[in-house]
């Protein structure tokens, strides 16, 4: 294995993706768009200066990995019930591997892997009725022992992709992908990200976090301006790891940067594409024969539209999304809730939301900030619809590749049942990059 | 939520967007962020059409010599443990519901399809058999 001058940086900067809204102080270099912009992340999050050109390296292994300790609490019973846990717990979180291998200057493949003790654990409500748990625990009959118990894991495929860097103004990716969408989903690695708990467009997937299919990305710079773009074709949503639809889901993010002493980036995101579920079914007919139908239970078009903006100066960080999505259905292809008399449908609606941070980081170690949220789905069916979330944290950075990151969260919302919920959130990682 | 600045600027780039027709399918009308079954004759045939039920029986019904029954003393959605005997639970609602499995329960009625008025007014009279065969409808508060 062959690893760079500077492993840290490299860790760093390769969890952050290219085309984030957050990169502000690095000088634009002439090197592949998505490595200098790694690298202009890096420098705003862990105040190195990184100066990486394009050299190849064979094979490297970088990542990151969290525990926390959290408590989260609701004052409506019911919803109480539906959480994971309302006592404090201590947690195993993020435990991210990235293995990337770069077999010459313009071609890169990456794999970012989380290994995880999910799914064991996993509560599931099927309607109406008692729940399910996911337990993985197996006898461990290799053991010497021949009875001990181990708990099965699992390995989440966070994205895989290859990337061709032809010059700043035209790379291409191909796989599993991030949407590139605002500031949050692209920085998506604990380390990298303000606060710990994310926003319901992104924890519901208002926009697909992941896509597979093709993106294009590049860069125009002029210092201290520079413009980006993203373009994406992907199967878009999908329940399978196939498109159900030959429709291809459309992509585009651009965003242009202003870097200095005050950094500014203000991008626009937009996504369009269609989402169909399927239930086959294997019969007998009225003359005794086997046959295999295909049915379609749910289909809708979906497109969204984003705006971000960041603002750096000097300690004072602001980070803003906001997003509009609409989802229109085919006539009678609609999710029915199946736990509520006369079964309900999910209407076609126009859901909203957004939030904004401000952090300020003083003494080079303390970074407080305060997280304000809100959303309206224009729907009563899955868990948080309509309502707001205020929050205040802290992160402490130990060095720069260790940090210990503190939040207190307080959300009112509507969801599926009856009355208004509210729900405590506290939560707390210490994290370490790789 | 509707009318922050940065959705409405949102909105005007996307000002035909914004807009919903019909956002249910025919034969559903939106409710409560749901689109529900209409009934025909719309609304007040819905309503009608809930009370299509009898007056239930007192406990005294056929028995004109018998005490006054006394008042009640039960509440819908106490909670309760006793599914057997219902010892918790009085009227006007009886019963332990509790869902197999589970340790605890609410005290609620039956047959809230049959007799008019049974269930409180923010409950819903549900098919219970949807959950356990063979049961009736039951007062849940959905």
């Not at chain 2, 029954?69 to 039960?74: L, S």
Request: glycine residues 8%.
């Amino acid at each position: 294995m062959k690893t760079r001058g500077n492993p840290l940086a490299m860790a760093l900067a390769s969890i952050l993706s290219a085309g984030s809204a957050a990169a502000q102080s690095a000088e634009p270099s002439n090197t592949a768009a998505n490595t200098a912009e790694e690298n202009a992340e890096l420098e705003a999050i862990v105040g190195e200066t990184v100066a990486e050109e394009a050299e190849p390296s064979r094979f490297s292994v970088y990542g990151f990995m969290d525990v926390g300790l959290q408590r989260i609490s609701s004052i409506t019973p019911s919803l109480g019930v539906a959480l994971p846990s309302e006592e404090t717990s201590f947690i195993s979180g993020n435990n991210n591997l990235y293995l990337e291998v770069r077999p010459d200057a313009n071609w890169r493949g990456l794999i970012e892997t989380r290994l995880s003790l999910l799914p064991h654990g996993d509560y599931k409500f099927q309607g109406l009725g008692v729940s399910e748990r996911t337990d993985t625990r197996i006898i461990d009959a290799t053991s010497p022992s021949g009875r001990n118990n181990v708990e099965l894991g699992g390995i989440v495929v966070e994205r895989a992709f290859l990337e061709w860097m032809y010059n700043d103004y035209l790379n291409v990716r191909a796989g599993r992908f991030f949407t590139p969408w605002g500031i949050w989903n692209v920085d998506h690695g604990t380390p990298t990200l303000i606060a710990l708990m994310m926003p319901s467009f992104l924890v519901q997937e208002a926009i697909p976090q992941r896509q597979t299919g093709v993106q294009l990305f590049g860069r125009h710079n002029a210092p201290p301006w520079q413009l980006t773009y993203d373009l994406t074709i992907s199967n878009g949503r999908t329940d399978t790891l196939f498109d159900t639809t030959d429709g291809k889901a459309i992509g585009s993010r651009i965003v242009l940067r202003r870097q200095g002493e005050l950094g500014i980036a203000a991008g626009t995101s937009m996504y369009h594409g269609d989402y169909q579920d399927e239930r086959k079914t294997l019969s007998i007919t009225p003359n005794q024969d086997v046959q295999l139908s295909k049915e379609t239970i749910v289909a809708y078009d979906e497109s969204s539209v984003g705006a971000d903006l960041s603002l750096d100066y000097r300690g004072w960080r602001l980070r803003a999304e906001a997003m509009v999505r609409k989802v229109e259905h085919d006539t009678g292809k609609r999710r029915a809730l199946t736990y509520r008399p006369n079964q309900p449908q999910v209407p076609d609606r126009i859901e909203y939301y957004g939030y904004a941070i401000l952090a300020y980081r003083f003494m080079n170690y303390f970074e407080p900030y305060t997280f304000y949220e809100r959303l309206e789905t224009n729907k009563r069916a899955d868990v948080v619809e309509a309502g707001y979330s205020l929050s205040g944290g802290v992160n402490i950075y130990f060095t720069p590749a260790v940090q210990l990151k503190m939040q207190y969260a307080h959300s009112s919302f509507e969801n599926f049942l009856p009355d208004r919920n509210t729900t405590n959130f506290w939560v707390s990682r210490l994290v370490m990059a790789f | 939520m509707r009318t922050p600045i940065s959705i409405a600027l949102l909105c005007l780039l996307t000002a035909a967007a914004c807009e919903i027709d019909e956002p249910c399918d025919p034969g559903y009308e939106l409710k409560a962020g749901l689109c529900q079954k209409v009934v025909a004759g719309g609304a007040d045939a819905a309503a009608t059409a809930t009370t299509m039920c009898i007056d239930k029986p007192g406990p005294d019904a056929g028995a004109s010599d018998a005490a006054a029954p006394a008042a009640p003393t039960g509440e819908f959605g106490r909670p309760c443990t006793d599914d057997t005997n219902h010892s918790e639970c009085a009227e006007p609602a009886p019963l332990c519901f509790k869902q197999q499995g589970a340790a605890s329960g609410f005290c609620s009625a039956i047959n809230c399809n049959i007799y008019c008025n049974v269930c409180p007014a923010t409950w819903t009279c549900f098919d219970l058999s949807l959950v356990q065969p063979g049961s009736p409808h039951g007062c849940v508060k959905l």
